[in-house]
């Protein structure tokens, strides 16, 4: 970061990232958190989507409501799933500002 004082006041610029021979078209990794969790107080699961950045969302809410995601997702869960907490990571890859599809890298179970 460059700082620069102009007439008693304190500017702080950012300078411009050099993203090489991609020019900003290179994949990028985001994640995201999937949760269906019982809540002992309804009786009623409850789902939670959460990205680090917007396209990680983007990714979890394609997850669960792609069928084809959503299925081999649930391969990977054990068979009683439904009546446990289940926990699920995802990765996915930006590009452009858009998130590719889903690839689920952990699961946890309780």
């Given at each position: 970061m460059?700082?620069?004082?102009?007439a008693g006041s304190l500017?702080?610029?950012?300078?411009?990232?050099?993203l090489g021979p991609c020019s900003g078209t290179c994949?990028?990794?985001d994640y995201a958190i999937v949760a269906r969790i019982h809540d002992n107080v309804t009786g009623q699961p409850v789902i939670v989507l959460a990205g680090i950045l917007?396209?990680?969302t983007e990714?979890?809410?394609?997850?669960?409501?792609?069928?084809v995601y959503l299925?081999?997702?649930l391969e990977?869960?054990?068979?009683?799933?439904?009546?446990m907490n289940l926990e699920v990571v995802i990765e996915t890859h930006v590009?452009?500002?858009h998130p590719g599809p889903p690839t689920v890298i952990a699961i946890e179970n309780w």
């Open positions: 460059t700082t620069i004082m102009s500017i702080a610029r950012t300078p411009k990232r050099n994949p990028t990794p917007r396209q990680g990714a979890a809410g394609e997850l669960v409501s792609n069928p299925n081999a997702m990977k869960a054990p068979k009683t799933w439904g009546q590009i452009e500002g």
